[in-house]
């Protein structure tokens, strides 16, 4: 029984070792000469028309490796990000990022040659080993999980940072590219790191999916996931190893600063536009490849750009499009939700204090609008663009200037609106023990609220009113 | 009488009794080396519904997560009718308490409720008709069948409550352990779950309630726990939640037995 967990978690480090074994790629560091540039130079390069049709229509082989790479890394960190993003995991993989860098260091250090699958074992060994510091520090008392990923993300790559310098000596100058693990080198992928990307893509979709239930439950509630049976810290781990994999085949193309923004990024824009975690799965993955295509277009069209920085940024794009255009949680249609009700609250306030004046003026007379002005600390315009709402919506006629009159059906809304007004101010009085001078700014608010339910409840409470009960504080619009 | 012996190997030797729904034996258990649970023993009655009172940190959250393996044992042992909770889960349900997830989770109402379900299914196997029929039929028992299909952070807190009590109810238990469910609901929210405990109860099941509000011991429950880091008393709630015993467990904190678990702790950090 115990042996068979054992084998079943041993199976997952073995897939994933076994991954990034058989990807043979001697070149990876060799980009072009012409790409090495310096801060000073500002110039983009733009793309002649010449390159422009020929990055578009993908006839050139690099760049359709390198863009098809990048879309599948961008898909994966997106489906594996989800969970990642939903355990509240996420910046855990900012740690193992950074963790790589000993291990790529040290690899080198021991081979002496440029391999990329044997660095990228490296990698993954440091950034494993990184992660088990984090959840080791975490059961410290005292250090919360915050102060563990940043103590851990800092000491790993200040660690790899100084064996980059030691081999900088050792190699008299040269540390072999090993730099480009750090900011990413896209345009130096060859066909077969993108096939370990695909294949990679392949089993994080594949675990994913598998394990939608056992990821979902472990993501809302580990402890009820736990109580049911479900073996969280195998879920945990497993999730874990996926992120790993993402995190490992994804550095030489965006680099191990930027590589988290991926795992985050598309997961964030996609719980913007859906309820659903099949969706914001599905969401995040298209999200993430269509940063990572044209992350790696455009940095094609422009080869100065780092790629890894651009996709990064088309990643922040769509996530900043989702934040503001979602339907239901967007910025946009919250402030428009906000505004339709301002709106429609100075519409009823319109009409209650009509009903109130046709109080005193009798039914169907004429309101001389400076007495509606009087009623409400409203301004001119305020009371100008309420005025033309209700006009437009049949409530109010305006025969001549200055006179208004309700027709039946804003009366009858009116009307409501009063009742409703008032039932809500004697409610107070009567139940809440609240001052009749004070009630009236308090139904102020309620009124727009009071649903059939509960006016029908109010109802109920008080049972002695029939029709429009007179205010119980005195007309506020008598002079 | 090599079943005797099986037996007697799979409780450790304790005393557990195979007819009773839960009995903790010599319970301890502490955070971080300082115990919050001292030498717990308790064997819970059938087929009723029993109040687990005692002040704040008096670790009745504590016992219950300790019961159910989510938190390690410093000693004793806890079986379900006489089996450990490894072998029982399928017969112990839970609801823990309403604050201790985030409800922004991109789930509806029937999705979590669909994870009471899970237990029962295999590895990477999703949830069938079936279970999406228990956990619908679950929650029409808690009231909220029109609601299965929102977004769980638009209910209100009575009605998520009523969410997790769906789930484990969709799970079908024979036990059941609930954190404070009555905490921060609605009027309406705590007759419907009076109502389901009474129907649990009149179905055979075995309910153990941790409860804050003493006022309503009483009326809820057949049977009362009286916690304050250990069992002040328990048993029948009208021979036991007396004055006296009350005053046992809220009289101020014992503190000889805080000063030792203090001491503990700190010995734990060096």
Redesign the interface.
Same mark, same amino acid.
């Given at each position: 029984m115990y042996s068979l967990r054992t084998a079943r978690s041993l199976l997952a480090l073995a897939v994933m070792l076994l991954v990034s074994v058989p990807a043979a790629s001697p070149a990876w560091a060799s980009g072009e000469p012409s790409r090495s540039r310096s801060i000073t130079d500002t110039s983009l390069q733009w793309p002649s028309g010449e390159t422009l049709a020929r990055v578009l229509l993908f006839r050139d082989y690099n760049t359709r490796v390198v863009v098809i790479g990048t879309t599948l890394l961008g898909a994966a960190a997106g489906v594996i990000g989800t969970f990642a993003y939903l355990r509240k995991r996420a910046l855990m993989g900012d740690a193992l990022s950074h963790a790589t860098l000993p291990g790529i260091a040290i690899a080198f250090i021991l081979l002496g040659a440029k391999s990329l699958p044997l660095l990228l074992v490296g990698a993954t060994i440091t950034g494993v080993l990184g992660v088990f510091a984090v959840i080791g520090l975490r059961t410290i008392p005292r250090i919360r999980e915050d102060a563990a990923i940043g103590i851990v993300l800092s000491v790993f790559f200040g660690v790899g940072m100084v064996l980059l310098g030691v081999i900088q000596q050792m190699r008299t100058g040269q540390e072999a590219g090993l730099s480009g693990f750090i900011y990413g080198k896209a345009a130096a992928m060859l066909a077969a790191d993108a096939w370990l990307i695909g294949v990679a893509a392949i089993v994080v979709v594949a675990g994913c999916g598998l394990l939608f239930k056992e990821f979902r439950a472990v993501c809302f509630d580990p402890q009820f996931a736990s109580s049911i049976g479900v073996r969280v810290h195998l879920v945990d781990f497993i999730m874990m190893a996926l992120v790993v994999l993402t995190t490992v085949v994804g550095l030489q193309a965006v680099g191990l600063i930027l590589i988290v923004a991926l795992l985050i990024i598309p997961a964030a824009a996609a719980r913007f536009w859906t309820d659903d975690l099949r969706m914001m799965t599905i969401l995040s993955a298209v999200f993430g490849a269509l940063s990572g295509y044209f992350g790696s277009t455009f940095s094609a069209l422009l080869p100065r750009l780092p790629t890894g920085a651009v996709i990064v940024l088309c990643a922040g794009g769509v996530f900043g499009m989702s934040m503001l255009l979602a339907p239901k949680r967007g910025l946009l249609a919250a402030s428009y939700r906000h505004w339709a009700l301002r709106r429609n609250t100075a519409y009823q306030h319109l009409l209650r204090a009509l009903a109130e004046l046709e109080e005193q003026f009798g039914e169907g007379a004429e309101i001389p609008s400076a007495r509606l002005a009087g009623a409400r600390r409203w301004s001119p315009l305020h009371m100008r663009s309420c005025l033309a709402a209700a006009r437009r919506r049949g409530a109010i006629e305006r025969r001549e200037q200055d006179v208004i009159t309700l027709t039946p059906s804003g009366r009858a809304q009116a009307r409501r609106m009063l009742r409703n007004h008032r039932l809500w101010e004697l409610y107070l009085i009567r139940h809440a023990d609240i001052a009749p001078s004070h009630v009236d700014r308090d139904a102020d608010d309620v009124e727009h609220v009071l649903s059939e339910g509960i006016v029908r409840e109010l109802e109920d409470e008080l049972t002695d009113i029939t029709g429009v009960p007179p205010s119980p504080h005195g007309s506020r619009s008598a002079s | 009488m090599s079943n005797i012996f099986a037996s007697r190997h799979q409780n450790g030797g304790d005393d557990h009794d195979p007819a009773c729904p839960v009995s903790i034996h010599d319970m301890t258990v502490a955070y971080?080396r300082r115990p919050v649970l001292w030498d717990i023993d308790y064997a819970a009655p059938q087929g009723k519904l029993i109040g687990i009172v005692g002040p704040n940190g008096a670790g009745k959250s504590t016992l219950i997560?300790a019961c %159910?393996?989510?938190l390690p044992l410093a000693s004793g042992s806890v079986r379900f009718y006489g089996k450990p909770y490894r072998a029982q @889960?399928?017969i112990?349900g839970?609801v823990?308490q309403r604050e201790?997830?985030?409800w922004d989770?991109?789930?509806?109402a029937l999705?979590?409720v669909t %994870?009471?379900r899970?237990?029962r299914?295999p590895?990477?196997?999703?949830?069938r008709r079936r279970d999406k029929n228990a956990a619908l039929a679950a929650l029409e028992q808690v009231g909220m069948a029109e609601f299965s299909h929102r977004?769980i952070s638009r209910l209100s807190g009575g009605q998520q409550q009523r969410v997790f009590l769906a @789930?484990a109810l969709a799970?079908d238990a024979l036990i059941y352990f609930m954190d404070e469910p009555f905490a921060g609901v609605d009027a309406s929210t705590e007759a419907a779950i009076v109502t389901l405990l009474r129907a649990l109860k009149a179905r055979g099941r075995t309910v153990l309630i941790v409860h804050h509000d003493i006022q309503t011991v009483r009326e809820y429950f057949d049977e009362v726990m009286l916690l304050n880091m250990r069992i002040i008393a328990a048993g029948p709630v009208e021979e036991v939640f007396t004055q006296e015993n009350l005053q046992k467990t809220y009289g101020g904190r014992l503190t000889l037995l805080d000063k030792a678990a203090q001491a503990m702790a700190r010995i734990g @950090?060096h």
């Open positions: - | 971080h997560k %159910m393996g989510l @889960r399928q112990v839970y823990p201790s997830v985030d989770f991109p789930a509806s999705d979590v %994870m009471g899970y237990g299914l590895w990477c196997i999703p949830p977004q @789930r799970q @950090r």
